[in-house]
Protein backbone atom coordinates (compact mmCIF):
# COMPACT_ATOMS: atom_id res chain seq x y z
CA UNK A 1 0.00 0.00 0.00
CA UNK A 2 1.49 3.26 -1.33
CA UNK A 3 1.52 6.24 1.45
CA UNK A 4 -0.99 8.29 -0.45
CA UNK A 5 -3.63 5.27 -0.38
CA UNK A 6 -2.60 4.58 3.71
CA UNK A 7 -3.71 8.39 4.37
CA UNK A 8 -6.70 8.55 1.98
CA UNK A 9 -7.81 4.97 3.86
CA UNK A 10 -7.26 6.50 7.49
CA UNK A 11 -8.97 9.62 6.30
CA UNK A 12 -11.99 7.78 4.99
CA UNK A 13 -11.62 5.54 8.54
CA UNK A 14 -11.45 8.69 10.58
CA UNK A 15 -14.67 10.33 8.50
CA UNK A 16 -16.73 7.26 9.06
CA UNK A 17 -15.63 7.09 12.30
CA UNK A 18 -16.70 10.77 13.00
CA UNK A 19 -20.04 10.59 10.82
CA UNK A 20 -20.72 7.68 13.53
CA UNK A 21 -20.21 9.37 17.04
CA UNK A 22 -22.40 13.06 16.12
CA UNK A 23 -24.81 12.98 18.46
CA UNK A 24 -23.99 9.84 19.77
CA UNK A 25 -25.23 10.68 23.37
CA UNK A 26 -27.92 12.67 22.71
CA UNK A 27 -30.06 10.14 20.48
CA UNK A 28 -32.52 8.83 23.23
CA UNK A 29 -32.63 5.55 23.62
CA UNK A 30 -35.52 3.77 22.25
CA UNK A 31 -37.37 -0.12 23.59
CA UNK A 32 -35.18 -2.43 21.84
CA UNK A 33 -31.79 -0.50 22.98
CA UNK A 34 -33.04 -0.64 26.44
CA UNK A 35 -33.69 -4.02 26.26
CA UNK A 36 -30.55 -5.01 25.07
CA UNK A 37 -28.92 -3.20 27.72
CA UNK A 38 -30.93 -4.26 31.05
CA UNK A 39 -30.51 -8.06 29.11
CA UNK A 40 -27.01 -7.74 28.73
CA UNK A 41 -26.11 -6.53 32.51
CA UNK A 42 -27.35 -9.98 33.51
CA UNK A 43 -24.59 -13.14 34.13
CA UNK A 44 -24.57 -15.08 30.66
CA UNK A 45 -26.06 -17.84 32.60
CA UNK A 46 -28.94 -15.51 32.84
CA UNK A 47 -29.53 -14.70 29.81
CA UNK A 48 -29.29 -18.14 28.79
CA UNK A 49 -32.10 -19.24 30.71
CA UNK A 50 -34.13 -15.86 29.42
CA UNK A 51 -33.53 -16.84 26.33
CA UNK A 52 -33.70 -20.48 25.52
CA UNK A 53 -36.84 -21.31 28.57
CA UNK A 54 -39.64 -23.27 26.85
CA UNK A 55 -42.64 -22.13 27.89
CA UNK A 56 -45.85 -24.77 25.85
CA UNK A 57 -43.14 -25.83 24.13
CA UNK A 58 -41.49 -22.26 22.69
CA UNK A 59 -38.42 -20.37 23.84
CA UNK A 60 -38.23 -17.32 25.30
CA UNK A 61 -36.74 -15.21 23.01
CA UNK A 62 -35.95 -15.35 19.50
CA UNK A 63 -32.50 -13.76 18.87
CA UNK A 64 -29.13 -15.57 19.42
CA UNK A 65 -26.74 -14.33 21.72
CA UNK A 66 -24.00 -13.46 20.29
CA UNK A 67 -24.34 -9.93 20.55
CA UNK A 68 -25.54 -9.87 23.98
CA UNK A 69 -22.81 -11.86 25.51
CA UNK A 70 -20.27 -9.52 23.52
CA UNK A 71 -22.20 -6.49 24.67
CA UNK A 72 -22.09 -7.76 28.34
CA UNK A 73 -17.89 -7.95 28.41
CA UNK A 74 -17.71 -4.40 26.45
CA UNK A 75 -20.16 -3.15 29.22
CA UNK A 76 -18.02 -4.26 31.48
CA UNK A 77 -15.18 -2.37 30.52
CA UNK A 78 -17.04 1.15 29.48
CA UNK A 79 -19.96 1.03 31.47
CA UNK A 80 -23.84 1.02 30.21
CA UNK A 81 -24.28 4.72 29.53
CA UNK A 82 -25.92 5.25 26.31
CA UNK A 83 -22.84 6.72 24.16
CA UNK A 84 -20.68 3.98 26.27
CA UNK A 85 -22.69 1.36 24.91
CA UNK A 86 -23.68 2.66 21.34
CA UNK A 87 -19.69 3.03 20.92
CA UNK A 88 -19.32 -0.62 20.46
CA UNK A 89 -22.06 -0.24 17.21
CA UNK A 90 -19.74 2.62 16.38
CA UNK A 91 -16.70 0.81 16.10
CA UNK A 92 -17.82 -2.55 14.48
CA UNK A 93 -19.55 -0.08 12.02
CA UNK A 94 -15.97 1.23 11.50
CA UNK A 95 -14.42 -1.89 11.19
CA UNK A 96 -16.90 -2.61 8.43
CA UNK A 97 -15.89 0.17 6.11
CA UNK A 98 -12.45 -1.22 6.63
CA UNK A 99 -13.56 -4.76 5.84
CA UNK A 100 -14.84 -2.93 2.73
CA UNK A 101 -11.55 -1.61 1.38
CA UNK A 102 -10.12 -5.10 2.12
CA UNK A 103 -13.38 -6.26 -0.04
CA UNK A 104 -12.65 -3.91 -2.89
CA UNK A 105 -9.20 -4.54 -2.95
CA UNK A 106 -9.45 -8.08 -3.50
CA UNK A 107 -12.24 -7.89 -6.23
CA UNK A 108 -9.32 -5.25 -7.77
CA UNK A 109 -6.14 -7.80 -7.42
CA UNK A 110 -8.71 -10.80 -9.00
CA UNK A 111 -8.12 -11.67 -12.63
CA UNK A 112 -11.36 -11.22 -13.34
CA UNK A 113 -12.80 -13.55 -15.95
CA UNK A 114 -15.63 -12.24 -18.03
CA UNK A 115 -17.82 -14.09 -20.83
CA UNK A 116 -15.30 -13.55 -23.07
CA UNK A 117 -12.55 -15.43 -20.80
CA UNK A 118 -11.18 -12.49 -20.38
CA UNK A 119 -7.85 -13.55 -18.39
CA UNK A 120 -5.95 -9.82 -17.22
CA UNK A 121 -6.91 -7.94 -13.86
CA UNK A 122 -8.77 -4.89 -15.00
CA UNK A 123 -6.60 -1.62 -14.29
CA UNK A 124 -9.41 0.79 -13.71
CA UNK A 125 -10.21 -1.01 -10.28
CA UNK A 126 -7.67 0.62 -8.67
CA UNK A 127 -9.70 3.08 -6.94
CA UNK A 128 -12.57 0.34 -6.32
CA UNK A 129 -11.03 -0.38 -2.29
CA UNK A 130 -11.44 3.39 -1.62
CA UNK A 131 -14.12 3.95 -3.20
CA UNK A 132 -16.17 0.84 -1.73
CA UNK A 133 -14.90 1.82 2.16
CA UNK A 134 -15.93 5.70 1.03
CA UNK A 135 -19.50 4.42 0.33
CA UNK A 136 -20.04 2.77 3.12
CA UNK A 137 -18.62 4.92 4.99
CA UNK A 138 -21.39 7.56 4.27
CA UNK A 139 -24.35 5.13 3.77
CA UNK A 140 -26.98 6.95 6.14
CA UNK A 141 -28.57 3.34 6.75
CA UNK A 142 -25.27 1.59 7.75
CA UNK A 143 -24.49 5.14 10.00
CA UNK A 144 -27.80 4.23 11.42
CA UNK A 145 -27.24 0.84 12.44
CA UNK A 146 -23.78 1.73 13.71
CA UNK A 147 -25.14 4.29 15.97
CA UNK A 148 -27.47 1.60 18.01
CA UNK A 149 -27.13 -0.71 20.77
CA UNK A 150 -28.63 -3.66 18.75
CA UNK A 151 -26.82 -6.69 17.10
CA UNK A 152 -26.77 -5.15 13.43
CA UNK A 153 -23.31 -3.68 13.35
CA UNK A 154 -22.15 -7.00 14.63
CA UNK A 155 -23.95 -9.00 11.56
CA UNK A 156 -22.69 -6.08 8.69
CA UNK A 157 -19.42 -6.24 9.94
CA UNK A 158 -18.95 -10.41 9.95
CA UNK A 159 -21.48 -10.61 6.76
CA UNK A 160 -18.75 -8.64 5.15
CA UNK A 161 -15.79 -10.50 6.25
CA UNK A 162 -17.76 -13.99 5.28
CA UNK A 163 -18.07 -12.36 1.95
CA UNK A 164 -14.23 -11.50 1.75
CA UNK A 165 -13.18 -14.94 2.70
CA UNK A 166 -15.47 -16.42 0.27
CA UNK A 167 -14.32 -14.07 -2.77
CA UNK A 168 -11.02 -15.69 -1.45
CA UNK A 169 -11.83 -19.09 -1.21
CA UNK A 170 -13.26 -19.11 -4.53
CA UNK A 171 -10.33 -17.25 -6.36
CA UNK A 172 -7.17 -19.01 -4.38
CA UNK A 173 -8.99 -22.86 -2.98
CA UNK A 174 -6.96 -22.19 -0.26
CA UNK A 175 -8.22 -24.12 3.01
CA UNK A 176 -7.46 -21.38 5.21
CA UNK A 177 -9.87 -18.99 3.37
CA UNK A 178 -11.99 -21.82 3.60
CA UNK A 179 -11.85 -22.46 7.21
CA UNK A 180 -12.21 -18.39 7.50
CA UNK A 181 -15.49 -18.12 5.95
CA UNK A 182 -17.00 -21.29 8.08
CA UNK A 183 -16.16 -19.41 11.01
CA UNK A 184 -17.44 -16.38 10.07
CA UNK A 185 -20.64 -17.87 8.69
CA UNK A 186 -21.11 -19.25 12.01
CA UNK A 187 -20.37 -15.88 13.97
CA UNK A 188 -23.10 -14.79 11.69
CA UNK A 189 -25.89 -17.52 12.49
CA UNK A 190 -24.71 -16.49 16.08
CA UNK A 191 -25.85 -12.88 15.64
CA UNK A 192 -28.96 -12.88 14.25
CA UNK A 193 -31.01 -16.18 12.39
CA UNK A 194 -31.93 -14.33 9.22
CA UNK A 195 -28.03 -14.13 8.52
CA UNK A 196 -28.94 -17.61 6.95
CA UNK A 197 -30.71 -16.02 4.25
CA UNK A 198 -27.25 -14.19 3.49
CA UNK A 199 -24.99 -17.06 3.92
CA UNK A 200 -27.74 -18.97 1.65
CA UNK A 201 -27.46 -16.71 -0.89
CA UNK A 202 -23.67 -17.28 -1.39
CA UNK A 203 -24.13 -20.87 -1.64
CA UNK A 204 -27.20 -20.54 -4.36
CA UNK A 205 -24.27 -18.47 -6.26
CA UNK A 206 -21.83 -21.49 -6.08
CA UNK A 207 -24.20 -23.40 -7.62
CA UNK A 208 -24.94 -21.10 -10.25
CA UNK A 209 -21.65 -21.02 -10.85
CA UNK A 210 -20.81 -24.87 -11.51
CA UNK A 211 -24.07 -24.96 -13.88
CA UNK A 212 -22.10 -22.61 -15.73
CA UNK A 213 -18.99 -23.42 -16.03
CA UNK A 214 -18.66 -26.96 -13.83
CA UNK A 215 -18.20 -28.05 -10.33
CA UNK A 216 -15.25 -25.86 -9.51
CA UNK A 217 -14.32 -25.49 -5.48
CA UNK A 218 -16.91 -27.87 -5.03
CA UNK A 219 -14.67 -28.73 -1.56
CA UNK A 220 -14.32 -25.99 -0.54
CA UNK A 221 -17.42 -24.81 -0.86
CA UNK A 222 -19.22 -28.13 0.70
CA UNK A 223 -16.73 -28.61 3.59
CA UNK A 224 -16.78 -24.52 4.39
CA UNK A 225 -20.56 -25.00 4.99
CA UNK A 226 -20.51 -28.61 6.44
CA UNK A 227 -17.90 -26.61 9.12
CA UNK A 228 -20.03 -24.05 9.39
CA UNK A 229 -22.96 -26.25 10.62
CA UNK A 230 -20.56 -27.93 12.87
CA UNK A 231 -19.43 -25.07 14.84
CA UNK A 232 -23.59 -23.95 14.73
CA UNK A 233 -24.87 -27.66 15.85
CA UNK A 234 -24.63 -26.55 20.14
CA UNK A 235 -27.75 -23.66 18.95
CA UNK A 236 -29.59 -26.11 16.10
CA UNK A 237 -30.74 -28.08 18.83
CA UNK A 238 -32.57 -24.83 19.70
CA UNK A 239 -33.33 -22.92 17.15
CA UNK A 240 -36.60 -24.88 16.48
CA UNK A 241 -37.84 -23.92 19.89
CA UNK A 242 -36.71 -20.01 18.75
CA UNK A 243 -39.11 -20.65 15.22
CA UNK A 244 -41.79 -21.74 17.53
CA UNK A 245 -41.79 -18.87 19.43
CA UNK A 246 -42.00 -16.72 15.80
CA UNK A 247 -44.79 -19.01 14.74
CA UNK A 248 -46.43 -18.19 17.89
CA UNK A 249 -46.86 -14.19 18.29
CA UNK A 250 -44.20 -12.17 16.15
CA UNK A 251 -44.96 -8.38 15.64
CA UNK A 252 -43.94 -8.83 11.71
CA UNK A 253 -46.66 -8.89 9.59
CA UNK A 254 -46.71 -10.27 5.87
CA UNK A 255 -44.97 -8.13 3.56
CA UNK A 256 -46.20 -7.05 0.09
CA UNK A 257 -44.82 -4.40 -2.54
CA UNK A 258 -44.86 -1.47 -0.03
CA UNK A 259 -42.07 -3.52 2.17
CA UNK A 260 -39.83 -5.04 -0.89
CA UNK A 261 -39.57 -0.50 -2.54
CA UNK A 262 -38.77 0.85 1.46
CA UNK A 263 -35.97 -1.76 1.92
CA UNK A 264 -34.97 -0.16 -1.73
CA UNK A 265 -34.99 3.42 -0.12
CA UNK A 266 -33.28 2.25 3.05
CA UNK A 267 -30.44 1.07 0.60
CA UNK A 268 -30.02 4.83 0.06
CA UNK A 269 -31.34 6.15 3.06
CA UNK A 270 -31.66 6.46 7.04
CA UNK A 271 -35.33 5.13 6.65
CA UNK A 272 -36.36 2.26 9.24
CA UNK A 273 -37.59 3.30 12.13
CA UNK A 274 -36.88 6.88 11.17
CA UNK A 275 -39.76 8.76 9.04
CA UNK A 276 -38.36 10.50 6.69
CA UNK A 277 -39.57 14.47 6.00
CA UNK A 278 -41.97 14.74 3.75
CA UNK A 279 -40.31 16.80 0.99
CA UNK A 280 -37.11 14.50 1.38
CA UNK A 281 -38.88 10.86 0.54
CA UNK A 282 -39.59 11.58 -3.61
CA UNK A 283 -36.27 12.38 -3.99
CA UNK A 284 -34.92 9.11 -2.07
CA UNK A 285 -37.52 7.24 -4.60
CA UNK A 286 -36.58 8.85 -7.84
CA UNK A 287 -32.93 8.09 -6.30
CA UNK A 288 -33.45 4.43 -5.63
CA UNK A 289 -34.80 3.94 -8.71
CA UNK A 290 -32.62 5.78 -10.90
CA UNK A 291 -29.67 3.75 -9.76
CA UNK A 292 -30.58 0.42 -10.20
CA UNK A 293 -31.50 1.74 -13.79
CA UNK A 294 -27.81 3.06 -14.12
CA UNK A 295 -26.68 0.20 -12.86
CA UNK A 296 -28.24 -2.59 -15.55
CA UNK A 297 -26.75 0.16 -18.01
CA UNK A 298 -23.35 -0.09 -17.07
CA UNK A 299 -23.69 -4.44 -17.10
CA UNK A 300 -24.75 -3.82 -20.63
CA UNK A 301 -21.96 -1.66 -22.03
CA UNK A 302 -19.09 -2.82 -20.00
CA UNK A 303 -17.49 -6.04 -20.91
CA UNK A 304 -15.16 -5.60 -17.98
CA UNK A 305 -18.58 -5.64 -15.37
CA UNK A 306 -19.25 -8.94 -16.39
CA UNK A 307 -16.98 -11.13 -13.88
CA UNK A 308 -17.92 -13.38 -11.29
CA UNK A 309 -16.99 -10.84 -8.26
CA UNK A 310 -19.86 -8.61 -9.33
CA UNK A 311 -22.31 -11.96 -10.03
CA UNK A 312 -21.64 -12.35 -6.51
CA UNK A 313 -22.60 -9.22 -5.48
CA UNK A 314 -25.69 -8.84 -7.24
CA UNK A 315 -26.41 -11.94 -5.96
CA UNK A 316 -25.49 -10.56 -2.16
CA UNK A 317 -27.58 -7.34 -2.89
CA UNK A 318 -30.90 -8.84 -4.23
CA UNK A 319 -31.51 -12.42 -3.10
CA UNK A 320 -31.95 -12.06 0.78
CA UNK A 321 -34.37 -9.51 0.47
CA UNK A 322 -36.11 -12.10 -1.93
CA UNK A 323 -35.95 -15.48 -0.17
CA UNK A 324 -36.96 -13.07 3.55
CA UNK A 325 -40.07 -12.06 1.03
CA UNK A 326 -40.72 -15.73 0.41
CA UNK A 327 -40.31 -17.09 3.09
CA UNK A 328 -42.46 -14.72 4.79
CA UNK A 329 -45.70 -15.41 2.46
CA UNK A 330 -45.24 -18.35 4.49
CA UNK A 331 -44.13 -17.22 7.97
CA UNK A 332 -43.93 -13.29 8.52
CA UNK A 333 -39.80 -12.46 9.15
CA UNK A 334 -39.43 -10.00 7.25
CA UNK A 335 -37.47 -7.25 8.70
CA UNK A 336 -35.73 -4.33 6.71
CA UNK A 337 -33.01 -4.27 8.93
CA UNK A 338 -31.76 -8.05 8.66
CA UNK A 339 -30.74 -6.81 5.17
CA UNK A 340 -28.73 -4.40 6.04
CA UNK A 341 -25.72 -6.88 4.77
CA UNK A 342 -27.34 -7.27 1.57
CA UNK A 343 -27.11 -3.02 1.39
CA UNK A 344 -23.44 -3.19 1.85
CA UNK A 345 -22.85 -5.74 -0.85
CA UNK A 346 -25.30 -3.17 -3.00
CA UNK A 347 -23.12 -0.07 -2.34
CA UNK A 348 -19.44 -2.36 -2.79
CA UNK A 349 -21.14 -3.08 -5.67
CA UNK A 350 -22.11 0.42 -6.81
CA UNK A 351 -18.38 1.51 -6.46
CA UNK A 352 -17.41 -1.38 -9.25
CA UNK A 353 -19.58 0.19 -11.59
CA UNK A 354 -18.28 3.47 -10.85
CA UNK A 355 -15.00 2.51 -10.71
CA UNK A 356 -15.15 0.35 -14.12
CA UNK A 357 -17.84 1.54 -15.55
CA UNK A 358 -17.86 4.40 -17.86
CA UNK A 359 -20.40 7.74 -17.02
CA UNK A 360 -20.88 11.34 -18.67
CA UNK A 361 -19.93 13.63 -16.85
CA UNK A 362 -23.24 15.42 -16.92
CA UNK A 363 -24.36 12.21 -15.02
CA UNK A 364 -21.78 12.49 -13.03
CA UNK A 365 -22.70 15.66 -11.71
CA UNK A 366 -25.68 15.20 -11.63
CA UNK A 367 -25.77 11.62 -9.64
CA UNK A 368 -23.52 13.14 -7.45
CA UNK A 369 -25.78 16.44 -6.26
CA UNK A 370 -28.86 14.14 -5.82
CA UNK A 371 -27.51 12.18 -3.43
CA UNK A 372 -25.14 14.56 -1.69
CA UNK A 373 -28.67 16.71 -0.94
CA UNK A 374 -30.19 13.47 -0.09
CA UNK A 375 -27.13 12.12 2.48
CA UNK A 376 -26.76 15.30 3.97
CA UNK A 377 -30.65 15.92 4.73
CA UNK A 378 -31.16 12.01 5.93
CA UNK A 379 -28.14 12.16 8.32
CA UNK A 380 -29.60 15.60 9.95
CA UNK A 381 -33.18 14.08 10.26
CA UNK A 382 -31.45 10.89 11.54
CA UNK A 383 -29.31 13.20 14.18
CA UNK A 384 -31.91 15.13 15.32
CA UNK A 385 -35.14 12.65 15.25
CA UNK A 386 -36.88 12.66 18.71
CA UNK A 387 -40.39 11.15 17.96
CA UNK A 388 -41.44 7.75 17.81
CA UNK A 389 -40.47 5.34 18.76
CA UNK A 390 -37.25 7.38 20.27
CA UNK A 391 -38.76 10.21 21.80
CA UNK A 392 -37.24 12.52 24.44
CA UNK A 393 -37.81 9.55 27.28
CA UNK A 394 -34.76 11.07 29.34
CA UNK A 395 -36.87 14.23 30.03
CA UNK A 396 -40.01 12.48 30.62
CA UNK A 397 -38.24 10.44 33.66
CA UNK A 398 -36.84 14.21 34.46
CA UNK A 399 -40.34 15.77 34.52
CA UNK A 400 -41.61 12.64 36.83
CA UNK A 401 -38.59 12.64 39.56
CA UNK A 402 -39.04 16.00 39.72
CA UNK A 403 -43.09 16.37 39.68
CA UNK A 404 -44.80 13.09 40.95
CA UNK A 405 -46.15 12.66 43.74
CA UNK A 406 -44.60 10.45 46.45
CA UNK A 407 -48.24 8.12 46.79
CA UNK A 408 -48.15 8.41 42.97
CA UNK A 409 -48.77 5.59 40.34
CA UNK A 410 -46.43 6.07 37.54
CA UNK A 411 -47.96 3.22 34.97
CA UNK A 412 -46.47 2.80 31.46
CA UNK A 413 -49.84 1.74 29.22
CA UNK A 414 -47.00 -0.88 27.17
CA UNK A 415 -43.23 -1.80 27.75
CA UNK A 416 -42.42 0.20 24.53
CA UNK A 417 -41.93 3.70 26.97
CA UNK A 418 -41.46 1.25 30.10
CA UNK A 419 -37.97 0.44 29.46
CA UNK A 420 -36.23 3.53 27.97
CA UNK A 421 -38.16 5.74 31.10
CA UNK A 422 -37.06 2.76 33.43
CA UNK A 423 -33.26 2.76 31.90
CA UNK A 424 -32.98 7.16 32.43
CA UNK A 425 -34.33 6.42 35.67
CA UNK A 426 -34.14 3.42 37.27
CA UNK A 427 -35.11 5.21 41.29
CA UNK A 428 -38.58 5.60 39.87
CA UNK A 429 -41.46 3.57 41.23
CA UNK A 430 -42.64 2.62 37.58
CA UNK A 431 -44.77 -0.32 36.25
CA UNK A 432 -46.39 -1.37 32.53
CA UNK A 433 -49.33 -3.02 31.34
CA UNK A 434 -48.74 -6.90 30.12
CA UNK A 435 -49.48 -7.16 26.12
CA UNK A 436 -52.61 -9.28 25.48
CA UNK A 437 -51.68 -12.81 25.46
CA UNK A 438 -50.62 -14.23 22.45
CA UNK A 439 -50.81 -10.94 20.60
CA UNK A 440 -48.45 -9.86 18.16
CA UNK A 441 -47.09 -7.37 20.20
CA UNK A 442 -47.14 -9.92 23.02
CA UNK A 443 -42.95 -10.42 22.55
CA UNK A 444 -41.21 -10.17 26.08
CA UNK A 445 -41.44 -13.87 27.65
CA UNK A 446 -42.07 -14.61 31.33
CA UNK A 447 -38.90 -16.06 30.88
CA UNK A 448 -36.89 -13.04 29.61
CA UNK A 449 -38.66 -10.90 32.14
CA UNK A 450 -37.76 -13.63 35.25
CA UNK A 451 -33.66 -12.87 33.82
CA UNK A 452 -34.51 -8.63 34.18
CA UNK A 453 -36.27 -9.17 36.92
CA UNK A 454 -38.65 -6.74 35.85
CA UNK A 455 -42.62 -8.04 35.41
CA UNK A 456 -45.77 -6.51 33.57
CA UNK A 457 -48.68 -5.85 35.54
CA UNK A 458 -51.86 -8.15 34.84
CA UNK A 459 -54.24 -4.92 33.96
CA UNK A 460 -54.57 -1.39 34.80
CA UNK A 461 -57.26 -1.91 37.45
CA UNK A 462 -54.24 -3.65 39.16
CA UNK A 463 -51.42 -1.09 38.62
CA UNK A 464 -53.87 1.43 40.22
CA UNK A 465 -55.00 0.15 43.09
CA UNK A 466 -55.77 2.79 45.48
CA UNK A 467 -53.35 5.51 44.23
CA UNK A 468 -54.59 8.77 44.50
CA UNK A 469 -52.67 10.07 41.79
CA UNK A 470 -51.32 8.58 38.27
CA UNK A 471 -50.03 9.37 35.37
CA UNK A 472 -49.94 7.34 32.67
CA UNK A 473 -47.35 7.39 29.60
CA UNK A 474 -48.65 6.70 26.51
CA UNK A 475 -47.52 6.97 22.97
CA UNK A 476 -49.59 8.86 20.73
CA UNK A 477 -49.13 6.05 17.99
CA UNK A 478 -50.12 3.66 20.79
CA UNK A 479 -52.96 5.55 21.67
CA UNK A 480 -54.02 6.37 17.78
CA UNK A 481 -53.67 2.12 16.96
CA UNK A 482 -55.32 0.64 20.68
CA UNK A 483 -58.59 3.43 20.50
CA UNK A 484 -59.31 1.59 16.45
CA UNK A 485 -58.55 -1.97 17.92
CA UNK A 486 -61.19 -1.22 20.82
CA UNK A 487 -63.10 1.28 18.23
CA UNK A 488 -63.33 3.70 20.92
CA UNK A 489 -62.99 7.55 20.33
CA UNK A 490 -59.25 7.25 22.63
CA UNK A 491 -57.09 4.41 24.01
CA UNK A 492 -59.01 1.99 26.32
CA UNK A 493 -56.39 2.69 29.42
CA UNK A 494 -57.50 6.51 28.95
CA UNK A 495 -60.94 5.70 29.18
CA UNK A 496 -60.52 3.83 32.31
CA UNK A 497 -58.99 6.04 34.22
CA UNK A 498 -61.60 8.89 32.91
CA UNK A 499 -64.05 7.80 34.53
CA UNK A 500 -62.95 6.84 38.12
CA UNK A 501 -60.46 9.69 38.40
CA UNK A 502 -60.09 13.80 37.05
CA UNK A 503 -57.38 14.76 34.56
CA UNK A 504 -55.31 17.26 35.91
CA UNK A 505 -52.75 18.05 33.28
CA UNK A 506 -51.19 16.42 30.32
CA UNK A 507 -47.54 16.81 29.79
CA UNK A 508 -45.96 16.72 26.43
CA UNK A 509 -42.64 15.47 25.19
CA UNK A 510 -43.11 15.56 21.62
CA UNK A 511 -45.31 12.62 20.70
CA UNK A 512 -44.99 10.74 24.25
CA UNK A 513 -47.68 12.11 26.72
CA UNK A 514 -47.57 12.03 30.35
CA UNK A 515 -51.43 12.38 31.54
CA UNK A 516 -51.81 13.04 35.67
CA UNK A 517 -54.97 11.72 36.93
CA UNK A 518 -56.12 12.51 40.64
CA UNK A 519 -59.00 11.18 42.57
CA UNK A 520 -62.37 13.57 42.70
CA UNK A 521 -62.64 15.37 45.92
CA UNK A 522 -65.65 14.51 47.83
Request: aromatic content about 12%; charged content about 10%; overall charge neutral.
Amino acid sequence: MTIKRAISLLLILLLAFGLRLVNLNGRFLWYDEALAILFAEKSLAAMLNGTITLTNGVAANVHPLLYFWLLHGWMQLVGSSPAAVRLLSVLLGTATVFVGYLLGQEIGDWRLQTLSNLQSPISNLQSLPLLAALLIALSPFHIYYSQEARMYGLLGCLTMLATLFWLRGWRTNQRRDWLLFAVCGALVLYTHTLGALYLATLGIWAVWQWVRRGWQRWQGVVGSYALMLLLYAPWLTILPSQLGRVQQNYWVARPGLTELLQTLLAFHAAYDNEALPGWLLPLVLFLSLLVPIFLLMAFRTAASLRSPALQLLGFATLLPPALGFLVSQVQPVYTLRAFLPSALAYWVLLGLVLAAGKMPKGVKWGLGGLTAVILTASLLNHYTYATFPRPPFAAAAAWLADHAEPDAAIIHSNKLTFFPTYLYNRALPQQFIADEPGSPSDTLASATQAALGLWATADLETAVSNHPHVYLILLDRAQAEEAVAARQPTHPHLAWLSDRYQLQDTIRFNDLAIYHFSLPAD
